[in-house]
């Protein structure tokens, strides 16, 4: 127990009058001395000192931006999936039986290069009955015409009748006729015969083959045997909603944003659907002109080249790209925003009487490490960027301009 010059004027009172008021017995050690030491605690707690801080109304020193405006190209990104740039049902043109494949599934092939055999044999014996035809056509047409030459004479000195000479005439334009017929049908049948020889009709990869060897394929039911997709290039197609378009153009058309070479041709980055960026960028073709009922949006079309194949049609994808530039975009160090227990976007702004007021504001995206600030803030306000953990509404400041270059800040 202290005692002594060391001990406090009001304890050395307080234990005078609990040792004088309790017999020195078996229960002094029970109740006095707990006594003694709640006592120290409740004296010790009345002399402890306020906590340390600066003087109510004593100005806070903050490092403040003020904020004015720059050109920023507007960026937009919108949903898409991926197609191919063309797609080519390979489909049967003649009736037969599937002799052979020759394709690998999912290998890239060629233009004109050979997937299936059809049984030719049918066709063969077409072409060369339609030769046989034409051979004979051409026998015809040489009787005829000799006969003709003769009838000629012959009329002339009325060794024959006229109609007799009409009709040798007459014979030599129906085996013409004859003739070509039999041409025609010789193509006719050099075309089915070259059709049992089925191959691609575009460079591509080429997905499953829907018929086996020995199944029976029909023209009049076009047997649909493959499909070939070319990848490179290849299409993504973005949805964006009509109200948007409606409020760019109005937009480019108020001066409110500047078109630099226009939408066509406009460079576009793309997003994975690990999130990842595509290395090649891709050239807006165009947009649809009409809008969807369903959905109420517009399709915009834009091609990738796509070489190593990384891109797969139906793949979901996000696109980027600058719909235009806003020459007066007022910027925002993110450093002085926050967020309030809404969950709202917030500024500390310093006022023309030098006291920190709270802000609501409305932001869009980043721009570098600032935001662009869309609402709730000027050009020349004066965003509050260290300090903060310090501020209360009403506190007076003294703002002094704040560098990034001045390093980490409170």
């Known amino acids: 127990m202290p005692t002594g010059p060391d001990l406090h004027p009001d304890l050395r009172v307080f234990f005078h009058f609990v040792l004088t008021s309790f017999p020195l017995h078996t229960m002094l050690s029970k109740l006095v001395l707990p006594l003694a030491v709640l006592g120290s605690l409740l004296l010790a707690g009345c002399r402890q000192s306020a906590p340390v801080g600066a003087p109510a109304g004593h100005p806070l020193e903050v490092g403040v931006v003020t904020l004015g405006t720059a050109p920023v190209a507007q960026t937009r990104e919108l949903p898409g999936r991926t197609a191919a740039h063309r797609i080519a049902q390979v489909r049967a043109r003649v009736n037969g039986i599937v002799q052979k494949r020759f394709f690998t599934e999912g290998a890239d ?3 004109g290069e050979l997937l299936y055999q059809i049984d030719p ?5 077409v072409l060369d009955s339609a030769r046989a035809s034409l051979a004979r056509a051409e026998a015809n ?11 000629k004479e012959l009329v002339a000195v009325q060794a024959v009748s006229q109609q007799q000479y009409d009709d040798a005439v007459a014979a030599v334009g129906a085996g013409t006729a004859e003739v070509a017929a039999a041409r025609a049908a010789i193509t006719s049948a050099e075309i089915d015969l070259g059709y049992t020889k089925v191959t691609s009709p575009i460079a591509g990869r080429i997905g499953l083959s829907e018929v086996t060897e020995g199944a029976y394929v029909q023209a009049a039911q076009a047997t649909l045997l493959t499909t070939v997709q070319q990848l490179d290039p290849i299409y993504v197609n973005l949805v964006q909603p009509s109200a948007e378009v409606s409020l760019l153009k109005r937009a480019l058309e108020k001066g409110i944003l500047q078109s630099g070479a226009g939408r066509d041709g406009t460079p576009v980055r793309l997003l994975l659907e690990d999130g990842t960026a595509y290395e090649h960028a891709g050239a807006l073709q165009f947009s649809d002109v009409t809008v969807d009922r369903a959905t109420g949006s517009v399709t915009l ?7 190593r194949g990384d891109l797969l049609p139906g793949m979901f994808v996000r696109a980027r ?3 235009g530039v806003n020459p007066e975009t007022l910027l925002a160090p993110q450093q002085g925003v926050g967020r309030n227990y809404r969950g709202q976007p ?4 310093v006022t023309p009487d030098g006291k920190a007021e709270n802000r609501v504001i409305e932001t869009g995206p980043t721009h570098g490490d600032q935001w662009i600030v ?6 020349g306000d004066r965003v509050i960027v260290t300090n903060l953990q310090r501020i209360r509404a009403g506190t007076t400041v003294i703002p002094v301009p704040w560098e990034k270059a001045e390093g980490p800040q409170d």
């Open 109 to 111: 092939v060629r233009e």
């Open 121 to 125: 044999a049918p066709y063969q014996a």
């Open 141 to 151: 047409l040489t009787t005829a015409r000799l006969q003709a030459a003769r009838f």
């Open 301 to 307: 079309r834009v091609l990738f080249p796509n070489p």
């Open 321 to 323: 790209f600058d719909e």
């Open 346 to 349: 917030t500024a500390w702004v």
């Open 374 to 379: 869309t609402g709730g803030l000027k050009p």
